[in-house]
Each structure stands twice: as structure tokens, then as C-alpha cells.
């Protein structure tokens, strides 16, 4: 009896039994009752039953493996291969695997791969049609029957596929000589951009070719052979010219509509160059106020986060800075495209070009749209800002807080009118790193005191250094 042996540790074949066609009918005990194919590699298990290597890895593999037919806890250590049975299945006669192409040869399994090797009715992919050709007849397929094989174009001696020639004759083939559809000459004298010149509707020079009268812009639908054309124009001059009247007029009034849209551009686009003045000045005042305020808490002893979120706001100013001036350049590039349109309108012939002007000028009325929504973003954004700033610059950090209302008749006469019932002071805090507060007051009174005192409250607000304090 064999001795258990550790099963060499080569790579399994993702096949597991042997799908070749046996000559005689497969024994049960080389069957593999797994697959139900003839064994590949047999092994056998301490239960005694034979497997395909390829079937019983998966099992062994598995966290609890047991045998197929008996259920039996199995484990790799006692599996071992089974070489007897090997030998009587490798012995076995097989037909070869072409033999529906009519192959002949019958031999032992063993023998099954070399033969296929050489197999002369094996197929074969041929890879300029995609068919399978038996290897025996590859050579011929090739050369004369597979129908993409390339042959030499007689007249421009192209190589295309024998499919193909006729249809690169007819359609493709620069040298061949073609003759005029319309049998203006009596023998084939055109290469194929020959022909395309010749039957041209406007350079062609073909006589019998239908061409539009040269006055289909302006209206005209009279359609005839070229060498009637000439008769047409003489007899409709009048005709023709009233067409072009009328088309001018139309083309007048396409070109002052045009005029007067680019002057409402501008005044558009003046607008938005002005506004971007003012706020690139308040943008500058904005980054020297930042500037001081930081240089002056960073002088303070012990400040470090609070510096910290001031560079934070000053790099935002650079960007809201950098976007201006891309805003700017955008409104220059606005302004050619309107000089260029009112160029254009002054400059073209009638008819040349005005649904392309027209479409210009649509789209500068939309990118200068787009530069307006722009302004409003950067507007929202300096006034964010400045109140940011503002907060900065007037902040305490003693404890202490100065508030002077300004126009206080005003803003008490707003409070009896219930307009504005409250008003907020700036935060101020304990210390650099204290807690952060802030006063209300009610200038016409609140609750019991409402309209005989002034109420004032002490808020306690939500602070960055609130995790780190006593409460």
C-alpha cells in the first residue's frame, strides 16, 4: 500500500478531469465523481476514494473539509497521489479532438497533446477574416479563398482587401477614370476629385449639371442646367435686382439692431468697469487694514492663534483680489468682441456672416450677464470682510468693553417704533484665550421695563477656546 506523501506543491490546472472522447466507455472507478470526467492527476483520500488534484484542492482548502461520498473528515497530510490509477487512465485510447474534421487518429491519452500539436485537421483562427480553417487547408484559405486577403488595385496599386476592390474602384480609387453622371462627354476621362470640380454647383464647369441660380440668397429658387443659367439671368435682371432691394432693407434693419445692442453692451459693460474700480480701491484699503491689524497682534505677547486666523482672512482678500482681475480681463475681452461685432456689421457684405454676428453678440450679452453675477459675488464678499475687520480692529481682550452708539436718537426713535427693538455690541473677551461675550441693549426697555427704562443684558457667546474653560 502507498505511504501518505504530501502532494506536490505544482500549480493546478483549472481543467480538472480530461474532456477527450475515450474509445471505449469510461470505467466508474476512473471517473472522477466530482466533475464526472476522467481523472486528471488522481488522489486519494485516507477513506479510500479517488479524486481529480484539481476537484479535492477547493475541499481541502475549505475551513472543515470532508470527503465527497462519505462525508468523512479528510486533511491534506493524508491524501496522497494515486499513480497506479494515473498510468491506467493516461493508457487509455482517446479519437483525437478534430475528428468530427474527419481526423483518423486513435491513440493512448498520453499521447492526445503532442498529436493535437501537429494535428493537420485542428482548426486554425485566420486573422484577417476571423474564421476557423483546418490547419490542412490554412495555407490555401489565405492565398485564395479567405475573402479579406489583400490584392493590388490595378490602378493605384493599393493593397485592399479582396472584398473591397470593387467598391474602392467605384468610390475610393483616386486613379481610376470615371465618366460624368450626367453623360456630358462620351468617355470616362475623371479621377475622382476631377469629377467632384466638375460637377461643383458653383466652379464646376459641367454643362448639364441642375445648379440653383447664383441669386438663392436673396430668393430666388430657379433651379436649371448650367448652360441655361446664362438665359435666366437675362431675362430676370429686374427681377433679380428688387430681390436684392428687399434683402438689403431686411439686412439694414439686422445691422442697426445690431449697432444698437453693442452700444447697450457698453453702457453695460462701462457700468461694471466702474464698479470694479471702487471695489478694488475698497480691496486695498481692506488688505492695508489687515496688514496693521496683523503686525499689531502679533506684537502681543503670548497671541498666536488669533494671528493665525488674521493671515487666514488675509489670504482670502489675496484671492478675492486675484478673482477681480480676472474679472477685469474679462471685461476688456468683452470689449473687442463688441468693437470686433460693430466691425463686422460696418464691414461685411450684405448677407455675409449675420447669424454669426447675431450669435456673437449673444454671447457677450451673456458673458457680460455673467461678469454682473460676478461683481455681486465679489461685492458680497468685501462687505463680509470689512464686518470681519471690523470685529478684528475693535475687539478687546481685557474684560472691558467701550460702546458708543452712534445716532442714538435715531436708532431709540426705531426701537419705540418697533422697527429695531435690540441692538448688539462687537464680542469682547476675558483674555487672549478667555471667554468671549458680547452686550444687548434695549433702547426703548424690555419686559417690565419697556418704554419707562433702558434694558441692558450681558450675553456670554460661543467661543473658540470654550473646550479649554472652566464652567
Known sequence: MATPTEIPSQPVCHVSGYAAKFVTQL??????????AAMRNPVQTECGHLFCRGCLEPILDGPNPLCPLDKTTISRDEVFPDNACKREILSLDVYCDASNNGCPWIGPLKELDGHSQGCEYSNVLCRQCG???QSRTFSVHQTKECPMRPVQCQFCNH????????????NVCPQHLRSCPNLCVPVSQFTLQQL???LNPRTGDCPLADIPCPFKPYGCTFVSERKKMSLHLNEYQIQHAYLQADYSMVMKGQVDNIIETTELLDHRVSAVENQMSSLLGLLEGLKLRFENEYDRQNSTTGYTDFSTHITSLHEKMNKLQ???NNMIVAVQKSNEGKEAIILSSHTSPLGAGSTEILERVENISMKTTELDHGLDRCLSSCL???????????ATYDGVLLWKIDD????????????TMSLYSIPFYTSRHGYKMCARVYLNGDGMGKGTHLSFFFVVMKGPFDALLPW
Open 322 to 324: 486675484k478673482d477681480m
Open 384 to 394: 463680509d470682510q470689512e464686518l470681519r475687520l471690523q470685529l478684528l480692529e475693535r
Open 131 to 133: 474564421l476557423n480553417v
Open 159 to 170: 493593397m485592399i482587401p479582396v472584398g473591397q476592390i470593387e467598391f474602392h474602384i467605384e
Open 408 to 419: 442714538f436718537e435715531r436708532r431709540r426713535k426705531e426701537a419705540v417704533d418697533g422697527v
Open 196 to 198: 467632384e470640380d466638375h
Open 27 to 36: 470505467l466508474k472507478r476512473h471517473e472522477c465523481p466530482v466533475c464526472l
